[in-house]
């Protein structure tokens, strides 16, 4: 009875940061990002990171994205996060904080659950035993 509560609160407990964090979030993205108005607290902590990342993209704040530079950068995204998702998964067990101790995959298992992984079909053909 005694663990049935403590669940329950946690549920609740958590129920109430997301949608706290919803409310806010939603704002800002109105505001911000439909209207383009300026939020105070928020402006002066995003937008120095944006910038940057604009910045590093070869992007501006206002400029349009042509579908030649737009299917470039997914490429380039798919490739990034392929790369790091099989080195990750080379060397997961030699990872700290494992604690199912779970093993390295061998090359051609990385391989095909990264490639599965970017390519958004999610398929897997392992047991995850």
């Known amino acids: 009875m005694n663990q049935y509560i403590?669940?329950?609160?946690?549920?609740i407990l958590y129920l109430l940061i997301v949608?706290?964090?919803?409310?806010?979030?939603?704002?800002?993205?109105?505001k911000y990002i439909y209207l383009g108005q300026k939020?105070?607290?928020?402006?002066?902590?995003?937008d120095p990171i944006q910038n940057g990342i604009l910045k590093?993209?070869?992007?501006?704040?206002n400029n349009e994205m042509r579908p030649?530079?737009?299917?470039?950068?997914i490429l380039v995204f798919s490739l990034i996060g392929f790369f790091m998702l099989f080195i990750l998964?080379?060397?997961?067990?030699?990872l700290f904080l494992n604690p199912n101790k779970v093993k390295n995959m061998n090359a051609e298992q990385a391989f095909n659950t990264a490639i599965s992984f970017v390519t958004n079909t999610n398929w897997q053909s392992y047991k995850g035993e």
């Open 68 to 73: 030649k530079t737009y299917f470039i950068n």
């Open 39 to 46: 939020i105070k607290f928020i402006s002066k902590v995003i």
């Open 19 to 30: 949608l706290g964090l919803g409310y806010f979030i939603g704002k800002y993205i109105y």
């Open 6 to 11: 403590t669940t329950t609160l946690s549920d």
């Open 56 to 61: 590093l993209a070869g992007a501006g704040k």
């Open 89 to 94: 998964l080379l060397v997961q067990g030699d």
